[in-house]
């Protein structure tokens, strides 16, 4: 299966739409509604009272929105990711590990303001790498800032992306005051528009909603046998794809070499922030699966001898099947 991905035949679009709808099968069959939080921001909450009518009566909607949202972040990250040449060939093993991990850990195929927001991430990624050498970097950096506050209205914790953009500027460009000062503007501006429709329509009361307090604390995971399968089926080709990696982009090109230094940031940041007012669960951690398959794609990518990768590929997959026979249970 490994060896299949390995290539870049267009056909693996499709052979990866149909394994997708295969091993996300329980979360058709079984569908989770999902419930609104004190961490959902107001777009969010709005969102699923749109779908409230429609979903009551076909609860399957949920995960088909779910599987939506990950099947295309999962197509269009491995696109990106072989456009900017962070490997030396073209292949679909980003976009097989997106759909596995997010497969391993049932929390991250429900519908959650962290999956949306992933395919804002997944959008602005190349535009943060491509700062490197873009010709008009104030525009592009607006646009990143934009889209990061816009983030903060579906999971207001997201608005501590600004260390991502922060990293993107110290990795990629020299620095120029007026650029750092432009992103901020970026972030702020939804939050100017959102004031100024609160004034005009006298909302006021809607305020804390858009800004709740914030508190860090340690979240409560039951840590059960189940957690620690999901855990080592994560992390294990996360930790060795991390070294492979590092080993094989030192003979790269200095921009491929940050990228690959950004993703870890990325990967960091993104594990950091489910602890700003943290709920119950893992939910919130879909976050960083994007960085999680990046590197997951190099263990499967770069050993000559698949035994193991292989290996890991088969009992994720075996384990995706324990988790349907124990939501029909």
């Known amino acids: 299966m490994i060896r299949f991905f390995s290539g870049n035949n267009p056909l693996n679009v499709f052979t990866l739409f149909f394994l997708g709808l295969l091993i996300k099968l329980p979360y058709f069959t079984a569908p989770v509604i999902p419930q609104i939080q004190e961490t959902d921001g107001?777009?969010?909450?709005?969102?699923?009272?749109?779908?409230?009518?429609?979903?009551?009566?076909?609860?399957?909607?949920?995960?088909?929105?779910?599987?939506?949202?990950?099947?295309?972040?999962?197509?269009?990250?491995?696109?990106?990711?072989?456009d900017q040449k962070l490997f030396p060939t073209p292949h679909y093993l980003l976009a097989l590990s997106y759909l596995v991990i997010t497969s391993v850990v049932p929390e991250w195929n429900v519908l959650s303001p962290a999956l949306i927001?992933?395919?804002?991430?997944?959008?602005?990624?190349?535009?943060?790498?491509?700062?490197?050498?873009?010709?008009?970097?104030?525009?592009?950096?607006?646009?990143?800032?934009?889209?990061?506050?816009?983030?903060?209205?579906?999971?207001?914790?997201?608005?501590?992306?600004?260390?991502?953009?922060?990293?993107?500027?110290?990795?990629f460009r020299s620095f120029y005051l007026t650029e750092w000062l432009i992103a901020i503007l970026g972030i702020l501006t939804p939050f100017y528009f959102l004031l100024v429709y609160f004034f005009v329509w006298d909302k006021w009361y809607m305020i804390e909603a858009v800004v709740p307090n914030q508190y860090l604390r340690l979240p409560n995971i039951r840590y059960s046998w189940e957690f620690w399968i999901k855990f080592s089926l994560v992390v294990f080709p996360l930790?060795?794809?991390?070294?492979?990696?590092?080993?094989?982009?030192?003979?790269?090109l200095v921009q491929t070499r940050k990228s690959w230094n950004f993703m870890i940031f990325y990967l960091i940041i993104a594990l950091f922030i489910p602890f700003i007012n943290s709920l119950p669960g893992l939910a919130h951690w879909v976050l960083a699966a994007v960085p999680i398959s990046l590197f997951h794609a190099a263990f499967y990518y770069y050993?000559?001898?698949?035994?193991?990768?292989?290996?890991?590929?088969?009992?994720?997959?075996?384990?995706?099947?324990?988790?349907y026979v124990l939501l029909n249970s």
């Not at 429609?54 to 909607?61: A, K, R, W």
């Not at 930790?239 to 094989?248: E, I, P, Q």
């Open 42 to 82: 107001f777009l969010y909450i709005e969102l699923l009272k749109v779908l409230k009518q429609p979903g009551s009566v076909f609860p399957t909607l949920y995960p088909i929105f779910a599987f939506v949202l990950l099947f295309t972040q999962a197509i269009t990250f491995n696109g990106l990711v072989n």
């Open 117 to 171: 927001i992933n395919t804002i991430l997944v959008i602005t990624w190349p535009r943060m790498v491509e700062l490197y050498h873009h010709p008009k970097p104030k525009t592009v950096l607006f646009n990143i800032g934009f889209g990061f506050g816009i983030c903060s209205f579906f999971y207001f914790p997201s608005a501590y992306l600004l260390l991502l953009l922060i990293v993107a500027l110290l990795l």
């Open 239 to 252: 930790l060795v794809g991390l070294a492979t990696s590092r080993r094989y982009s030192v003979r790269m």
């Open 303 to 323: 050993p000559k001898k698949k035994t193991l990768p292989e290996l890991i590929f088969w009992l994720g997959l075996l384990w995706i099947v324990a988790n």
